[in-house]
Nanobody, 123 residues
Framework: QVQLVESGGGLVQAGGSLRLSCAASGRTFGSYAMGWFRQAPGQARLFLAAIDWSGESTFYEDFVKGRFTISRDNSKRTVYLQMNSLRTEDTAVYYC????????????????WGQGTQVTVSS
């Protein structure tokens, strides 16, 4: 069992940066791959990035590649999403999630979810 809590969202101007954090509790955190997703109003939840248990392998969706960076610190039981060059279309609720198998989406492949953190990018 893994409990996840996201933080770091907020309001930022286009072109700015934010770093999201996802703090995990549970002794098995280090054995899970982690992913970040987002969901805008009226839209499906989208996969953004994933990282394996060791932090050595990552996946990115093309529309965030080069702008977003996923990382993890297992000693702190925390996963991060560094978001640079933010655009208004990045506005959404951002979720972290845990899966026992390192993979991209879909969201149904992930077992544990945080409550989400709102990111709003203004023009």
């Amino acid at each position: 069992q893994v409990q996840l809590v996201e933080s770091g969202g907020g309001l930022v101007q286009a072109g700015g940066s934010l770093r999201l954090s996802c703090a995990a509790s549970g002794r098995t955190f280090g054995s899970y791959a982690m992913g970040w997703f987002r969901q805008a109003p009226g839209q499906a939840r989208l996969f953004l990035a994933a990282i394996d248990w060791s932090g050595e392998s990552t996946f990115y969706e093309d529309f965030v590649k080069g702008r977003f960076t996923i990382s993890r610190d297992n000693s702190k039981r925390t996963v991060y999403l560094q978001m640079n060059s933010l655009r208004t279309e990045d506005t959404a609720v951002y979720y972290c999630a845990a899966t026992p198998v390192f993979r991209r989406g879909p969201s149904s492949a992930y077992d544990f979810w945080g409550q989400g953190t709102q990111v709003t990018v203004s023009s």
